[in-house]
Every structure is written in structure tokens, then in C-alpha cells.
């Protein structure tokens, strides 16, 4: 049996006409974008080449667009960024329960540095409510970070109306969408963010190359400072073959969005009825219907998720439990601690994420595969003896 890759929320693979476009910035392009001679600008070309594509993807002006190391370093820069630039205004932060860690542990760190955070709750399917965000805004609040779709159970946050109450109240107004770029359509102007996160690695693009959306005349501070690239908001040399390729991944995923968003999705569902009609005592984790494409979240009674993954990895099949940074902890996702599951079901917890290689016959593999997996491991469990 091939291998089934089913972790594309933890990476994907790189498209190989992203390598192809690549190739060249590793070899005789070498240039500095910031030298005036032609082998800096020949480099500087392709960089701003990749800034325009990106740029018009997001409904953004490439002025707009700040390359970073990944989507980590977005959401660092844009919180600590947003937070020290309006210290004076007030030193209130606003977010949810179900971040990812790049931005709890960034909230968590400006916490120290004397800024108050302000943890929204989700609702049992993974939801923020936007009347929570309101009410928690105050004269004091500078900044309101929610994510776009989460990376565990797939929710799809409602963006546009959180971003419309904080312009209405002059909040600035950030979100990581390092799972929904490339997966869902939107532009900056229909979500009403100030900040946006991204990363390549997440569409088929090489690891090491993001960006942050800085709308025009968002006060933001630098956080790497140096040689002032990016007109002065991020220095270090640019990573010009990272940023090619991010370029050509975010045109390829733009051209195929649509078909391929309707061919996840159907292929999700039918993974998410095959799985209920085969087995017994799981749960579909996340929202049934606002939910990214590609995830399915589902959790087993009577089983744990870390015995499930092994074996299926001896089968050929990948996937994790709940996000690929907490799954060599012990310890329970956040996520499903916050959307109130049970110990019992948060510790048999799977997270299938689906992509562009994804067949239906890999998903037909899997449903035969898995229950016989629960059906085993549920076996020699002892809370599962005598029970069927
Ligand atoms: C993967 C991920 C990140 C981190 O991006 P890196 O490029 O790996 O640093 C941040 N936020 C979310 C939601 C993610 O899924």
C-alpha cells in the first residue's frame, strides 16, 4: 500500500512547479535584493514579482505585504508589534481560548511586560461569539487578535463581523490565517483585518517563508531591527527563493481555489459519514458546517489518540492528534479543552487534514483501516471490557 499523507494542517508537500520556480533563486540568482547592481535586482524583480501575486490573492497593495520566516514570526511581530506601537493609547488585548500557541504564548509574554489579556471562550463547537467581542472591548483595548479558521478542529471563525465592530470602534484588528490562506476565498477588505499572518508551508509552499498584511496606516513597531528591509519594518536579508515559491504557491492555489475547496469538501463529508456509519462512541470535534475543507476532527471513547496514530502510521496512514506542536506532550489540547470536551474524548482525539494529493481511494483505504484500529485497541482497553 502507498503511504497516505493525511497531516496537510501540520504541513503539505511542496508543489513541484513551486520547486521548479525555486530553483533558480538557489542557483545562479543569487543576488541581494537590496545591492543596485543587476544581479540585486534581477533578485529584487522576483521578490516583488512574488509581492504582487500575493498581494492581489489578498485584495491587498504589495506596499502591504511584509515577507517574514513563517507564519510564528507573523504573529509575534504582529502582536508585540501592535501592542508596544499604541502602549500610549491603552494596554488592553483582546483573544480566544482555541489560538494557536504562537499567538497564546506572544499574550502570554506582553501579559509580563505589564499589557492585560482578555481570553474569549468558545462555544461547544468551537465559535467566538462577536457580541463576547464586543462587550470586552473598553477604552483601554489596543488590539484584538482572533484566528481565521482554527488549526485542530477546522471552525471558521466569523471574521467579518468581529473586524467590522473593532474598525466601528477603532480597535486594530489581527488575524492568523495560517490554515483558511489559499483554502477559502477572502480578501482583507471582506474580513476588515488590519493584520493578517500566513505562511507557505501550509499551501504547498517551502518552510521558512511568511508574511503579515499591514493595512496602510496601521501603527505597527518593528521587531527585527537591522538592516531595514521591507522599508524598515522587517530587516534581514530577504529570503528570495522562499519568497518566490510562496508566490507561485499562493497563484496556483488562487487559480484551483474554488474546485478544489468543493472537492475537499465533499470528500470531508463523506470520510465524516463513512466513519459514523463504521464505528461506535466517537464525535465529530469543531462546527458541522463552518468548518475548513480539508478537517475532520473526530474523538473515540475508550481509546487513546496517541495508540491510534501509531498504528496507523505501521499501516501507512498519517495523521495527528490535536495539533502537531502539543501532540508529543502529554497533555490535552487547549482546543478540545475549550470547547468542553470530556477527558475521556479529548484523549482519543484524530485530526485527518486532506490536500491537493488526496485521492478518494486514500479515503476509502482509511475507513476500512480505522475502525478495525478502534476495534482492536478498544479491546484490550479496560474501561471498553465487556462492552461492544
Ligand atoms: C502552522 C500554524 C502557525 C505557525 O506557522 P509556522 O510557519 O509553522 O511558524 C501559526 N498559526 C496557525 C493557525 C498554524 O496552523
Do not use: W
Not at 477527558?343 to 481511494?361: A, I
Amino acid at each position: 500500500m502507498h503511504p497516505i499523507y493525511m497531516d496537510y494542517a501540520a504541513t503539505t508537500p511542496t508543489d513541484k512547479r513551486v520547486i521548479e520556480a525555486m530553483l533558480p533563486y538557489f542557483g545562479e540568482m543569487y543576488g541581494n535584493p537590496s545591492s543596485l547592481h543587476a544581479f540585486g535586482q534581477e533578485a529584487k524583480a522576483a521578490v516583488e514579482e512574488a509581492r504582487e501575486k500575493i498581494a492581489s490573492h489578498l485584495g491587498a497593495e504589495p506596499a502591504e505585504i511584509v515577507f517574514t520566516s513563517g507564519g510564528t514570526e507573523s504573529d509575534n511581530f504582529a502582536i508585540k508589534g501592535a501592542a508596544y506601537a499604541n502602549r500610549m493609547k491603552g494596554d488592553q488585548i483582546i483573544t480566544s481560548a482555541v489560538e494557536h500557541p504562537a499567538v497564546l504564548e506572544t499574550c502570554r509574554f506582553l501579559e509580563k511586560e505589564g499589557f492585560r489579556v482578555t481570553t474569549l471562550p468558545v462555544d461547544g463547537e468551537g465559535l467566538v461569539d462577536p457580541d463576547a467581542v464586543a462587550d470586552a472591548i473598553t477604552d483601554k483595548t489596543i488590539l484584538i487578535s482572533i484566528m481565521h479558521a482554527n488549526n485542530e478542529i477546522g471552525t471558521i471563525q466569523p471574521i467579518a463581523e468581529i473586524g467590522k465592530l473593532a474598525r466601528e470602534r477603532g480597535v486594530c484588528f489581527h488575524t492568523d490565517a495560517v490554515q483558511s490562506f489559499g483554502q477559502l476565498p477572502f480578501t482583507v477588505d471582506e474580513l476588515h483585518v488590519d493584520l493578517l499572518s500566513a505562511t507557505a508551508h501550509k499551501l504547498y509552499g517551502p518552510k521558512g517563508a511568511g508574511l503579515l498584511y499591514i493595512r496602510k496606516g496601521t501603527r505597527i513597531s518593528p521587531f527585527m531591527h537591522g538592516g531595514e528591509q521591507e522599508n524598515g519594518r522587517r530587516s534581514s536579508t530577504l529570503n528570495v527563493p522562499g519568497i518566490v515559491g510562496f508566490g507561485k504557491a499562493a497563484e496556483l492555489a488562487g487559480a484551483s481555489l474554488v474546485e478544489e475547496a468543493a472537492r475537499l469538501t465533499a470528500m470531508r463529508d463523506r470520510f465524516i459519514r463513512g466513519l459514523f456509519d463504521r464505528l461506535d462512541g466517537i464525535r465529530l470535534n469543531g462546527h458541522p458546517t463552518r468548518r475548513l475543507p480539508n478537517n475532520i476532527n473526530l474523538s473515540a471513547e475508550h481509546v487513546e489518540g496517541e495508540g491510534m496514530i501509531l498504528s496507523l502510521d505501521m499501516l501507512g496512514i498519517a495523521c495527528s492528534t490535536g495539533s502537531a506542536c502539543s501532540s508529543s506532550s502529554v497533555e490535552t489540547s487547549h482546543v478540545l479543552t475549550a470547547i468542553g470536551l470530556s477527558h475521556e474524548y479529548s484523549h482519543g482525539s484524530l485530526r485527518f487534514s486532506l490536500g491537493r494529493y488526496t485521492k478518494e481511494n486514500d479515503i476509502d483505504t482509511v475507513l476500512e483501516t480505522l475502525p478495525q484500529v478502534v476495534g482492536r485497541l478498544r479491546s484490550l482497553s479496560p474501561h471498553h471490557a465487556g462492552r461492544q
